[in-house]
């Protein structure tokens, strides 16, 4: 709870439907459908749109006022129907509402029905996951989905050797990353959602109602039988897509924070070496190189400095663990989640770096986080673009990571995850340091 | 109109204009299931109320609506900005089953004590609906208390579409008409509805009014400010831009205060000198008449030039529109033949039969006319028609682009002032940087043709 106000004032989190609704694009021919009024589905997509860049055809039930008061299984049913007409999806995803949960609709028994009444060899695969917009953030109903989807269509497979990889919210670069890193240990990797493809395609001749790309179906199935489970982020709830692989099918769970810098990242392909038996690839191990090489070229312009870090949890965790790495102080972690572990988190991810202790709050909201920091000289704010009137206001740099970069172009190609990512961050990091002392500076130097 | 993109219940919903007397459904609930572009009763009075920016706007309701409403609009302010910041009761799970009326009486209470606005609008969403808390109540318990305006907008998501929020929007500033001094107004005087002061239009917009000698009493609602709209009965006229959102308003002071209205649109040169010559013979003063002549003549002859240089690389193009409301389509079909362009398809979230029938009447042979339409049919009217440019929002934007058509933006987070004189120039050169940028070489469409 927010101990000190009542109201909230330019939120820190998203609506968890729009977590699903992200998640579900992550899956090969699925279209993500909202069971609830109209606006919602809308608001959604115009909001994902402005980050991706990207077409996300989010279908709705548009209940109207009878079926508020009726129920919504009608429209749910007729809403089906016409997407299945029309888009052809091997799967639909459906997440539920405020609206629709507090009329009390019983979805997974209007399913039943809806299968039972028009179910044919064309019905697609249909998953659905609660997610009340009143409890919880956009996270609660990403991580929902993904749960849900393993859930409802993993079946018992037999062994195989993929290693499943639940990536949490992280941006479609993060994803090709993991992706290549996987090939790069030679394993069959099955990562979910993968929405690098579907929210980050190329230009084309003909509108995709359906983009190509997702984690295809039939990997989803097998899931059970993979040889391992590796689930990012630091904050997880106890029940996860990755508990119910283990509990349901003894598939063996790895959890680690997300590979943000260069522990986590170790931690992350040392997973990846055991699980392979093999060594760090050449590739990486140069890359791993460069980035230490580059963080001795650049400490100085960063030691010391002070920075607010707020946005999800995970990923506010992980920067927070960089950030120590590389010599900046992280003053302040703020989160609108309340999963109730940041700041164990955040103590983890501090650990061994000589970094004293940060102000760690979660539930909060701009507001929140601009009184907290007047009383503290911030030199550096890291988080995404909603921060940005803040910053202004306060004239402090702003470093756009994670979801959503709204007043910038290439929010989906940041990325953040690997030695890669953490070079493209001390990059981004550095320079915006340097670029502020340079602009604000009477000289004007040319070298640094 | 049949075709394979388009649902079978929303056949009746699509028009090729042609051979067949002209026949249209619409002003109905979206389909489900049909991927509508189109919003909710919320975002209707959200919209239409967002610009007043001295008053406090508080979303009653889970997180979601707040933070998707949040700077939504490009809706500028000369002074306080407490309308750029998002609010929200942020309803839980125990307000939900408890009820939320103490939470927004307490919400209201520490906003207003912070920021001292003139008025509050606190908005309901589907759930408060749902859950029925008596909005209505705790208004008026935080009206007595704190002395300023405390309005309710039954804005429950789900009771309707935009036009229903529209319409609550203009009940809620209705009770703020009539409550201010009317004192030292000339009888040369109007109030603005329905313009947003998007990057600045209404700025534009009351510097002509002015310039022909009418005082212009209330911005409703671009660069809002609430006393001014509690005087806005001293006006002797309304007038009023965007079909759907404010006529409820200038009819329901048409009612009660017996002030006339005229319906305008300032997109567009044509739209924007009928505007101004329709207002200054209201007045019947051939003064004011005079005026207007001069400067729509001075305007128009700074203007054409500049323009012709835009009309000769576009000459032929064509165009489709999709956008809110139709009389926004209206202008925009007008602007379009002013720049030689050909509209090819038109379509609107909310157009009623009569603005439909319209543009019927304004557009050519074989012009798609569409109502409450969907990425699949757009996309493919757009392919069919092989358009050169789209207009229309950030949702139609992707559409768009995927396919390598060139895009307009006229939707209201934009950053270019589209009304008025100078406002056309910026249309054109906005159509222009992207019909004639060479990055459709090398999208797949174009590549294509290149080749052949």
């Given at each position: 709870m927010t101990a000190n106000y009542i109201s909230t004032t330019n939120a820190c989190k998203l609506c968890r439907p729009l977590g699903a609704s992200v998640a579900f694009r992550g899956i090969e021919g699925c279209v993500p459908f909202l069971h609830g009024s109209q606006g919602c589905a809308t608001y959604m997509r115009r909001y994902i749109i402005s980050h991706f860049n990207e077409p996300i055809d989010i279908a709705s039930s548009s209940l109207g006022e009878k079926n508020a008061i009726y129920g919504g299984a009608a429209n749910l049913k007729q809403g089906l129907e016409n997407v299945i007409s029309k888009y052809h999806p091997s799967i639909i995803g459906i997440a539920t509402t405020c609206l629709t949960e507090t009329i009390g609709d019983d979805v997974p028994h209007i399913l039943k029905e809806y299968v039972n009444e028009?179910?044919?060899?064309?019905t697609p695969a249909i998953v659905n996951v609660s997610t009340?917009?009143?409890?919880?953030?956009h996270m609660e109903g990403f991580h929902g989905a993904v749960k849900s989807i393993v859930e409802q269509?993993?079946?018992?497979?037999?062994?195989?050797?993929t290693v499943n990889i639940?990536?949490?919210?992280?941006s479609a670069a993060d994803i090709r990353y993991l992706k290549s890193v996987c090939e790069d240990f030679a394993i069959d990797s099955t990562i979910l959602?993968?929405?690098?493809?579907?929210?980050d395609g190329p230009a084309l001749d003909?509108?995709?109602l359906i983009p190509k790309g997702g984690t295809p179906l039939e990997k989803i199935r097998t899931m059970?039988?993979?040889r391992a489970t590796i689930e990012l982020g630091?904050?997880?709830?106890?029940?996860?897509a990755g508990t119910c692989l283990e509990k349901q099918h003894r598939t063996p769970l790895y959890r680690i924070g997300?590979?943000?810098?260069?522990r986590q990242t170790d931690a992350f392909f040392d997973t990846l070496a055991s699980l392979s038996n093999k060594q760090l690839p050449a590739r990486h191990m140069n890359a791993r190189g460069r980035l230490i090489d580059a963080m001795v070229d650049g400490h100085k312009y960063i030691f010391g400095r002070k920075a607010v870090i707020y946005g999800e949890e995970d990923l506010v965790a992980g920067l927070t663990g960089f950030l120590a790495e590389i010599g900046i102080q992280p003053v302040l972690c703020a989160s609108?989640?309340?999963?109730?572990m940041l700041k164990d988190a955040v103590t983890d991810a501090l650990g061994g770096m000589g970094c004293l202790m940060p102000e760690v709050v979660e539930d909060v909201d701009f507001y929140d986080i601009e009184e907290k920091v007047k009383a503290m000289k911030v030199d550096l704010l890291i988080g995404h673009s909603k921060g940005y009137s803040f910053a202004r206001k306060n004239n402090i740099p702003l470093i756009r990571v994670g979801?959503?970069?709204?007043?910038?172009?290439?929010g989906q190609r940041l990325l953040h995850l690997g030695y890669d990512g953490a070079q493209q961050l001390f990059d981004t990091i550095t320079n915006t340091v340097i670029a502020h002392k340079q602009d604000s500076s009477d000289v004007g130097y040319s070298y640094m | 109109m049949k075709s394979a993109a388009i649902l079978e219940d929303r056949q009746g919903q699509v028009f090729r204009k042609g051979a067949e007397p002209f026949a249209i459904d619409c002003n109905k609930d979206s389909l489900a299931?049909?991927?509508?572009?189109r919003a909710c009763v919320f975002c209707g009075s959200r919209v239409v109320l967002?610009?007043?920016?001295?008053a406090l706007h508080l979303v009653h309701g889970p997180i979601g609506c707040a933070v998707y409403t949040w700077?939504?609009?490009?809706?500028?302010?000369?002074?306080?900005?407490?309308?750029r910041l998002s609010f929200s009761t942020d309803l839980q799970e125990m307000d939900v089953i408890f009820g939320g009326e103490k939470k927004l009486t307490r919400a209201l209470e520490e906003l207003i004590d912070r920021h001292q606005p003139k008025a509050a609008f606190v908005y309901s969403t589907c759930i408060v609906g749902i859950i029925g808390d008596d909005l209505e109540a705790v208004c008026r318990k935080v009206t007595k208390e704190k002395s300023i305006p405390v309005l309710p907008v039954?804005?429950?998501?789900?009771?309707?579409n935009k036009r229903a929020g529209y319409q609550a929007a203009c009940n809620a500033m209705a009770k703020l008409v009539g409550t201010g001094d009317t004192g030292n107004?000339?009888?040369?005087s109007i109030n603005i509805l329905g313009?947003?002061?998007?990057?600045?239009?209404i700025w534009l917009i009351r510097e002509y009014f002015q310039k022909i000698g009418i005082e212009v009493v209330a911005n409703i609602t671009g660069d809002g400010r609430i006393a001014d709209i509690q005087r806005?009965?001293?006006?002797?006229?309304n007038v009023v831009q965007?079909?759907?959102?404010t006529m409820d308003l200038a009819d329901m002071m048409k009612e009660k205060y017996s002030i006339p209205s005229l319906r305008v649109s300032y997109f567009g040169v044509e739209d924007m000198a009928a505007a101004l010559y329709s207002v200054a013979e209201h007045f019947n003063n051939p003064l004011l008449l005079e005026r207007a002549e001069k400067l729509i003549k001075q305007e128009v002859s700074a203007l054409m030039p500049e323009l012709s240089k835009y009309k000769e690389a576009l000459k032929g193009k064509k165009a489709a529109i999709y956008v809110g409301g139709a009389f926004k389509a209206f202008s925009l079909v007008k602007a379009f033949r002013l720049i030689g362009m050909d509209v090819v398809m038109v379509g609107s979230q909310t157009g009623t039969r009569e603005d439909y029938i319209e543009l019927d009447q304004i557009t050519d042979d074989g012009t798609i006319i569409v109502d409450d339409s969907n990425p699949l049919e757009l996309s493919a009217f757009l392919k069919e028609k092989d358009v050169d440019l789209f207009v229309g929002g950030v949702k139609e934007r992707p559409i768009a682009y995927k396919l390598g058509v060139a895009f307009c933006d006229h939707n209201h987070?934009?950053?270019?002032?589209?009304?008025g004189f100078s406002g056309m120039l910026n249309f054109a050169r906005e159509v222009y940087s992207s019909v004639m940028?060479?990055?459709?070489?090398?999208?797949p469409r174009r590549a294509k043709e290149i080749q052949k």
């Open positions: 028009f179910g044919s060899s064309e009340p917009s009143y409890s919880g953030s269509l993993c079946e018992i497979a037999p062994a195989n050797e639940l990536s949490g919210f992280v959602p993968d929405f690098s493809e579907t929210l003909d509108y995709p059970g039988g993979a630091a904050t997880l709830p106890d029940d996860t997300l590979p943000i810098g260069i609108g989640g309340k999963s109730g979801f959503p970069i709204h007043d910038r172009v290439g | 299931g049909a991927v509508s572009q967002y610009p007043i920016a001295d700077d939504i609009r490009g809706a500028l302010s000369s002074g306080p900005e407490l309308h039954q804005s429950e998501g789900f009771k309707g107004i000339s009888k040369y313009d947003f002061n998007l990057a600045g239009e806005s009965h001293g006006a002797a006229l965007c079909s759907g959102a987070e934009r950053k270019e002032m589209l009304a940028s060479p990055v459709w070489n090398f999208v």
